[in-house]
């Protein structure tokens, strides 16, 4: 019999560096020791539990793709600890594969710079890698 359930496994090292490769992004522990959270010119897009076991981030995500996203895949579901319509948990060691994990860290990361201020919008335009 094979098994046709694929397990992937994005770690939080690899979950740190993408987060980080990002434009303007800060990583700070507001929460505790064992919350990370990456921020966008102050601004949250991602965080996740250093010993969550397995590995999950919360990904803000558009409220109706979030319905979609928790309906099609069983390692989404709603933000635990967040506002659940903006916000979902993402199992990283699952079945999602990396490509769609990177897709949702993107769409996560362009809602909070879509939703900046001008003023800050601005900070990060002048920001060079």
């Avoid at 979950?15 to 966008?40: A, I, N, Q, R, W």
């Amino acid at each position: 019999m094979s098994d046709t359930y694929c397990r992937y496994q994005m770690n939080i090292e690899t979950f740190t560096e993408y987060c980080l490769s990002k434009k303007g992004v800060s990583e700070s522990f507001p929460f505790g020791g064992d919350t990370l959270v990456f921020k966008v010119v102050g601004k949250m897009f991602a965080l996740t539990g250093l010993e969550t076991i397995p590995a999950a981030a919360n990904l803000k995500c558009d409220p109706e793709w979030a319905i979609t996203l928790r309906e099609s895949y069983e390692d989404v579901q709603p933000g635990y600890h967040m506002n659940k319509a903006h916000w979902n948990t993402v199992q990283l060691e699952g079945s999602l594969e990396d490509s769609l994990i990177k897709k949702l860290i993107d769409h996560s990361y362009d809602l909070v710079v879509q939703s900046l201020p001008k003023k800050d919008k601005l900070l990060l335009d002048n920001i060079t890698e």
